[in-house]
């Protein structure tokens, strides 16, 4: 069976074709720029040749033909119709808490994710976008399979969701803690399982998704019982351009001093915040580490800032759990920089935490494996995540239950 995997943005579109039956990937790529001059699709096709073409791609829909147009073609696609394709299967930010699992596609779907758009307003618009120009360019007699962000952590119990805030925001507004990643978070939680040679039921684990938005998770017998973001991505830990939890009077104090409308606000705390924030370098990691080597105090404080962050929250999460036996570091940051394994496991010395230095600092570029050391009193991992390969995987589920 071969699905395709969709991760639609507001201005661009990820794709992987991926036959469900082996899990081997057969084609993968990327829609960029879609709506603005220079757009362009780049791919890369199971015998692993890159290319690139300038493509005008106005919405989504043409984007998708240029999916379609990749696929197929003659020289470089991976099948030769589209009628090899058997299902679809996209990623959808915001579920609420009406989700707490994968679905098919229908129109109350359609409606819901809708509805859950003041939510996730960067995201769920340009989700329901994929789908439906997924349904032009593939036709209704496709079956496509929403996976939701938010549905892994809908275990979490109320004291965790629930802000001290007048209640009844949370009955008109559905104002609480959804979290987000968490189809990485999955995806982790049960390769670690498998790992580590247990069951779900017997491990307590601490999910470390760390990138340009990052989020770190508490599970227990398999299930969420907590997750750093909030209401939207911005709650947490610093992360690339977005501040993470602050003390709300900061919000108002800096409004009022800078006169700045909910707007501005919002674009000050999610897009000039954080590491390119601190260091007023770049919210890439790489840009803000060669800037610390070069001597950059600010880039050195910003980085000091993250790493106390991660460690404070993987401790209160250990006392949360009653214990850990297990912590994974996962996503571009978590898999290729050895420097913020090193230094937030140094906090966590105290807990029985060692770290296996030397296999850490070439643990990068895809190489995984045990970043702990044996004598370390709880096991550290490197596993590289793939939210596309979970949600080919309950594509195939649900489409071979119809």
């Known amino acids: 069976m071969k699905i395709l995997v969709i991760n639609a943005g507001s201005s661009s579109l990820k794709f992987q074709l991926i036959d469900a039956d082996n899990?081997?990937?057969?084609?993968?790529?990327?829609?960029?720029?879609?709506g603005t001059d220079g757009s362009f699709i780049g791919f890369k096709n199971g015998s692993g040749q890159k290319i690139e073409r300038k493509t005008q791609m106005l919405n989504h829909t043409q984007a998708f033909e240029a999916v379609k147009n990749a696929l197929v073609d003659p020289e470089h696609g991976a099948i030769k119709e589209l009628s090899e394709v058997s299902a679809i299967g996209h990623r959808v930010v915001q579920g609420g808490s009406y989700f707490d699992k994968s679905v098919l596609v229908n129109n109350a779907v359609i409606n819901k994710i809708k509805e859950l758009a003041s939510?996730?307003?960067?995201?769920?618009?340009?989700?329901?976008?994929?789908?439906?120009?997924?349904?032009?360019?593939?036709?209704?007699?496709?079956?496509?399979?929403?996976?939701?962000?938010?549905?892994?952590?809908?275990?979490?119990?109320?004291?965790?969701?629930?802000?001290?805030?007048?209640?009844?925001?949370?009955?008109?507004?559905?104002?609480?803690?959804?979290?987000?990643?968490g189809t990485s978070h999955r995806y982790v939680t049960d390769k670690m399982t498998e790992i580590m040679g247990k069951k779900e039921g017997d491990l307590k684990l601490i999910t470390c998704h760390i990138g340009n938005g990052s989020s770190i998770s508490a599970i227990k017998n398999g299930k969420v019982v907590d997750t750093t973001m909030g209401l939207t991505p911005l709650g947490g830990?610093?992360?690339?351009?977005?501040?993470g939890s602050l003390d709300p009077s900061v919000v108002t104090f800096i409004a009022e001093k800078e006169h700045l409308?909910?707007?501005?606000?919002?674009?000050?705390?999610?897009?000039?915040?954080?590491?390119?924030?601190?260091?007023?370098?770049?919210?890439?990691?790489?840009?803000?580490?060669?800037?610390?080597?070069?001597?950059?105090?600010?880039?050195?404080?910003?980085?000091?800032?993250?790493y106390y962050q991660i460690a404070k929250y993987i401790g209160s999460y250990y006392v949360v759990l009653g214990g850990c036996d297990g912590i994974v570091f996962t996503a571009g940051l978590g898999?290729?920089?050895?420097?913020?394994?090193?230094?937030?496991?140094?906090?966590?010395?105290?807990?029985?935490?060692?770290?296996?230095?030397?296999?850490?600092?070439k643990a990068m570029r895809g190489v995984t494996g045990t970043l702990s050391a044996p004598d370390s009193k709880i096991r550290v991992e490197l596993i590289a995540t793939d939210e596309e390969m979970v949600i080919a995987r309950d594509t195939k589920a649900i489409v071979e239950t119809l």
């Open 335 to 361: 898999e290729n920089q050895p420097q913020l394994r090193e230094k937030v496991c140094d906090y966590l010395a105290c807990i029985g935490v060692k770290l296996d230095k030397a296999f850490n600092a």
């Open 119 to 181: 939510l996730a307003p960067l995201h769920n618009p340009a989700n329901l976008q994929g789908i439906e120009a997924c349904t032009k360019v593939f036709g209704a007699k496709v079956p496509q399979v929403v996976v939701f962000d938010t549905a892994f952590h809908q275990t979490m119990p109320e004291k965790a969701y629930m802000y001290a805030l007048p209640y009844k925001y949370y009955e008109k507004f559905g104002v609480r803690k959804y979290g987000f990643h």
């Open 23 to 34: 899990e081997a990937v057969l084609f993968k790529g990327n829609c960029e720029r879609i």
């Open 237 to 243: 830990f610093m992360m690339g351009t977005r501040s």
């Open 261 to 306: 409308t909910p707007q501005e606000v919002s674009d000050l705390l999610n897009k000039q915040s954080g590491l390119l924030g601190v260091s007023g370098v770049s919210s890439d990691d790489r840009d803000v580490s060669a800037a610390e080597a070069n001597g950059d105090m600010r880039a050195h404080l910003a980085h000091e800032m993250l």
